[in-house]
């Protein structure tokens, strides 16, 4: 999860959903309430673990830690020298998704398949808007929290794109990860946590109630974001109201993409494709594993 919501486009959500703990991800975070108190004054605190299922939220969140940090350079690298294969790898990655996940909805009435069609419109659009310029204000940065985790959390909508679309995405993700300036982490965690509070009750009540409607709509969601992993690509460039180029520490800003199908079959394009099966594999093998487990127990 913490590798997919590194990069723009993926969602650590659909990777829970794959593996079959979204549901268990947003129970433990919902049980932060009331009762996880009362637990914790009186010092019960064996209940209060198992109440708030402690060890797994400690082991994915270290995970992720882990990955974030270390994968902020390497995709710095991966992204300068190779973009195309690195897109092509995300794109099997969440085409396979849209399949798996979709497979998990038992009945599809005509509420489920609008509700699908819906979510694939609403991420198609989202993947056009423009960015808005860098902010690093306080309240800014609290509110790109509590949005980029929300979408974190939600399969088909990437944390990392919607900081693009904010303006934020090199500032957060790669300058304050790679320098560890808190000054610009910490509203962000803070925000990050209040989204994630509010968000996972919503999302329990919803997913209990309205389950088939609940996944066809984010089956769509990710079915949408295909259209920002797309491979191929040209750059378009953030420019000011003089028709000049808007740069960052010398560097061009990128604002969206113009997507094109490539004309001949060359190495590049041979090495996409496989890259995209590999990607698909994974999660077929991700499937199978998550299966076996859930047979096992």
């Not at 060890?55 to 990955?67: D, N, P, T």
């Not at 040209?234 to 740069?247: A, C, K, T």
Request: hydrophobic content about 55%; proline content about 2%; overall charge positive.
């Amino acid at each position: 999860m913490g590798a997919a919501n590194v990069i723009p486009g993926v969602s650590g959500g659909t990777v829970a959903l794959i593996t079959g703990v979204f549901e268990r991800i947003i129970n433990a975070i919902k049980s932060f309430d009331a009762h996880a108190l009362k637990l914790l004054f009186k010092g019960r605190f064996k209940e209060l673990f198992k109440h708030i299922d402690l060890f797994f939220l400690l082991a994915l969140g270290l995970g992720m830690i882990i990955s974030i940090v270390s994968l902020a350079r390497i995709l710095e690298f991966l992204f300068d020298s190779y973009p195309v294969y690195v897109w092509a790898f995300f794109f099997g990655l969440i085409l396979a998704s849209v399949y798996y996940v979709g497979k998990t909805v038992s009945k599809w009435s005509f509420s489920v398949v609008v509700l699908f069609i819906a979510g694939a419109a609403i991420a198609i659009v989202i993947s056009f808007l423009n960015p808005a310029t860098q902010n690093d204000s306080f309240i800014y940065l609290f509110i790109c929290g509590v949005v980029a985790v929300s979408s974190m959390i939600l399969p088909g909508l990437s944390g990392s794109f919607v900081l693009i679309l904010m303006g934020n995405y090199e500032l957060v993700m790669i300058d304050a990860v790679n320098q560890a300036n808190f000054a610009v982490l910490l509203p962000v965690i803070i925000g990050g946590v209040v989204g994630i509070m509010v968000l996972s009750h919503v999302l329990s009540w919803i997913y209990k109630k309205y389950k088939n409607q609940t996944v066809a709509l984010l089956t769509g969601f990710i079915l949408g974001s295909l259209s920002i992993l797309w491979p191929w690509k040209n750059e378009i460039y953030r420019m000011d109201s003089m028709g000049g180029f808007v740069l960052k520490e010398g560097e061009k800003i990128v604002q969206g993409y113009d997507l094109f199908i490539p004309k001949a079959l060359n190495l590049e394009v041979l090495i996409a494709i496989i890259l995209v099966i590999v990607g698909y594999l994974i999660i077929m093998l991700m499937e199978k594993l998550a299966n076996k487990r859930v047979i096992e127990e």
